[in-house]
């Protein structure tokens, strides 16, 4: 019997998601928000297992403060001096249990965490495979998708593609369909964009994670 695909989480911030990293263990993700307006920058973490949100209260942080790696319990942080060419200043190190900051020293050593991640294969119009690909969305959503560019990856049970309508304005759409051709998810990620993105979508072991308007995070999970 194939599998479900169910939404464990949503949540729409106020500001733009700039970036999010998954921890390995893949039970909490950290997200870096920025203000489009302003210097104004924060950092939060879902934590998967216990489904709740939390601020993370960084001290010595500043808008030149950016996410850098996860080694679980500790979330480290770069912080850039105000150069013209910007340098490393310190790494900053935030203690889930303690919910306390270390500023450690520019070199300090820190365990990379393994790319859990996997993204999916972008087509072009050049490629052979891309007007199957075009009918297959139109017969499914009655869309028609542009040239610009297609991201496809077979997960599961589940076919996930991100594709583009329209020419100088464009709108990007994720579409989920599984083995019997049927519409899982259909959602529109983002308008008015004036060019395609990259990894618009990502799978984590059997989580689908994707961004809509920047700033809605969404995560399926396989079951």
């Known amino acids: 019997m194939a599998g479900k695909l169910n939404l464990i989480f949503s949540y729409k911030f106020?500001?733009?998601?700039?970036?999010?990293?998954?921890s390995q263990s893949g039970t909490f993700l950290v997200f870096e928000l920025r203000s489009d307006k302003s210097d104004e920058v924060r950092f939060t973490y879902y934590d998967l297992v216990e489904k709740r949100l939390v601020e993370i209260n960084l001290n010595e942080s500043d808008f030149r403060t950016t996410l850098f790696e996860i080694e679980e319990d500790q979330i480290y942080f770069k912080k850039y001096d105000a150069g013209a060419n910007p340098v490393i200043q310190s790494i900053l190190s935030w203690d889930r249990?303690?919910?306390s900051t270390k500023v450690l020293p520019s070199d300090t050593n820190v365990?990379?965490?393994e790319n859990r991640l996997i993204s999916p294969s972008l087509y072009t119009a050049i490629n052979?495979?891309?007007?199957?690909?075009?009918?297959?969305i139109k017969s499914?959503?009655?869309?028609?998708p542009n040239n610009k560019g297609i991201e496809y990856l077979e997960w599961n049970d589940y076919v996930v593609v991100?594709?583009?309508?329209?020419?100088?304005?464009?709108?990007?759409?994720?579409?989920?369909v599984?083995?019997?051709?049927?519409?899982?998810?259909?959602?529109?990620?983002?308008?008015?964009l004036l060019g395609i993105g990259q990894d618009t979508f990502t799978v984590d072991g059997n989580k689908l994670i994707f961004v809509k308007d920047n700033c809605e995070i969404f995560i399926y999970q396989y079951e």
């Open 97 to 99: 249990n303690l919910a």
């Open 178 to 192: 599984n083995n019997n051709k049927e519409i899982v998810v259909h959602e529109q990620l983002g308008i008015n």
């Open 14 to 22: 106020e500001l733009s998601i700039w970036k999010y990293v998954i």
């Open 162 to 176: 991100s594709y583009y309508t329209g020419e100088k304005s464009m709108a990007n759409f994720l579409l989920v």
């Open 128 to 136: 052979e495979h891309y007007p199957l690909l075009v009918s297959f």
């Open 140 to 144: 499914l959503t009655n869309d028609e």
């Open 111 to 113: 365990n990379r965490t």
